[in-house]
């Protein structure tokens, strides 16, 4: 679909330039605008691609990555008409959007389990829990806890090199809250990105390196990297799956992923017939790209929540740390 665009563009610069205006069909092209999360991105472009190839050129949707923070920047400025976020909205941006007249439609589109990776030479962790996480991460570990011993007395005093995604995240506000108990409350001297490739790059060039990102980066880099298990509330070490994800086990770093549709934008026809062919045929694109898709009564009760213009949030503006799929289900459904 790349090329076709190229191609569309090259021949109505080449008809303007010939005739001084442009073809029809280049007059009549539709654009909609998605910005946001790294971690919903694969998704939104599989289905943007898709989308692209059903209409045949004649609607163009653009896909950003500039965190779920930076998405919903633009959000409630009106310059896009969705946001991808890997984290429900905030009380502060639900303010935002509120003082610019900004109303949207929250609609969840797949699971992640968030996933915590070493290099495939770390030898001395498979495995590790919840309060090891917090030493690592937590703002007090800055310039104190710079090696692995500093963590566990039972891991080498190798250099602890951190990768993870910058400030504008929503994986960052969720990892932060998971493990520090507080969102945003982390050390600031670790390698930062909002780019979660270059985060995977990290771990996969450094045998000293540990880093966290969406599970759709992990899946296809899992053979140079090593994801660790993590210790649930029950104290069982469980890695990221789809299973984990589905029977509850990998907690508490599953979560819910979204996109918001503006409701003013939703009016527009083509937004209306992108977002539906997102919730009722982007599932099987949700699997390929490595997320757990939601079930299927949560897809159409979605779309009706969409199709009805059904605006706000059922979080109230605050983040929800281990949200199983089933409380998701009940929520959406109260919502």
């Known amino acids: 679909m790349k090329s076709t665009s190229i191609f569309a563009v090259a021949a109505a610069t080449a008809a303007i330039a010939a005739f001084g205006v442009a073809p029809a069909d280049a007059v009549a092209q539709q654009a909609i605008k998605i910005d946001g ?11 943007a691609e898709e989308f692209q190839i059903a209409k045949r050129g004649k609607v163009r949707v653009t896909v950003g990555i ?38 949207y439609i929250e609609l969840p589109v797949a699971y992640d389990a968030l996933t915590v990776a070493v290099n495939p030479k770390n030898t001395w962790v498979d495995s590790i829990t919840v309060a090891e996480l917090k030493k690592m991460w937590e703002p007090a570990a800055q310039g104190k806890v710079k090696t692995w011993k500093d963590v566990n007395p039972k891991w080498p005093a190798r250099p602890l090199e951190l990768f993870g995604p910058g400030s504008d995240s929503g994986t960052f506000d969720y990892f932060t809250e998971a493990t520090v108990g507080k969102s945003k409350s982390s050390r600031g001297d670790y390698t930062a990105s909002e780019d979660d490739n270059v985060l995977v790059q990290g771990v996969e060039s450094d045998a000293n390196a540990l880093a966290y990102f969406g599970y759709a980066y992990y899946a296809p880099n899992a053979a140079k990297m090593k994801a660790l298990r993590v210790v649930n509330s029950k104290g069982q070490p469980v890695g990221p799956s789809p299973q984990g994800v589905l029977d509850g086990s990998y907690e508490p770093l599953s979560r819910p992923i979204f996109i918001y549709v503006s409701k003013a934008s939703a009016r527009r026809p083509e937004i209306k017939e992108f977002v539906e062919f997102y919730l009722l045929k982007g599932a099987p694109l949700v699997e390929e790209v490595k997320y757990v898709p939601l079930a299927q009564a949560s ?13 706000g949030t059922a979080f ?5 740390v281990g949200l199983t799929v089933e409380e998701l289900l009940a929520r959406e459904a109260r919502f």
Do not use: L, Q
């Not at 159409?300 to 605006?311: E, L, P, Y």
């Open 66 to 103: 500039s965190g779920t923070g930076g998405g919903f920047k633009k959000f409630c400025r009106g310059e896009i008409d969705i946001a991808d976020a890997s984290r429900p909205i905030s009380k502060s941006e639900m303010d935002a959007c509120a003082k610019a007249g900004i109303e």
């Open 299 to 311: 897809y159409s009760r979605a779309v009706a929540n969409f199709r009805s213009g059904k605006v």
């Open 37 to 47: 999360s790294s971690t919903v991105f694969p998704i939104s472009e599989a289905v």
């Open 316 to 320: 109230g503006g605050k983040n929800e």
